[in-house]
């Protein structure tokens, strides 16, 4: 049997502006994006804020790729946190590689924006996201990205 995915939650991620590191031609362009804040929400009740302080780690490679690596964490209204490492992906079509090497923001529907999170649990009642592969889709908005984190079934 084929596997099949199964929607679990979504993350709206606040967002501040980039943080230029550095870039070259041959590297790419390095950022930081600082995380603000954020709203979970999901199946069986989860809802919840991302709390402050983390961030989108990002090297957007002169082809317009973008690898993207970042952390933060969740507080949910019961009181239990856990934490997301979450490293992908975001490509555009080569007509648009230049805009987004150059820091232009281009248009979430021209992107590709896939990630695999990993996580940490502090709490009994969230194991159940050790027990399953997640894959999630993104999009990238000025101010946001939105997050859909799918389990991998079988």
Known sequence: ???????????????????LVG??????????????????SGENGLHGTV?????????????????????YAVRLDSGDGF???????????PDYARDVFDGKFVDPDLYYFCTTPRFEVFSGELAWLLDRVFICSAKRLPDAVLIDYYSVET
């Not at 709390?51 to 690898?67: A, Y």
Request: hydrophobic share 35%.
């Open 83 to 93: 934490y997301i490492q979450n490293d992908g992906v975001r490509t555009v079509p």
């Open 51 to 71: 709390l402050p302080g983390g961030v989108d780690c990002q090297v957007i490679r002169p082809d317009g790729r973008c690898e993207v690596s970042a952390r």
């Open 23 to 40: 870039r070259d031609e041959k590297t790419g362009r390095r950022q930081l994006i600082p995380i603000l804040s954020g709203e979970v």
């Open 1 to 19: 049997m084929a596997p099949s995915l199964r929607y679990r939650f979504g993350i709206r991620v606040s967002v501040d502006a980039p943080i």
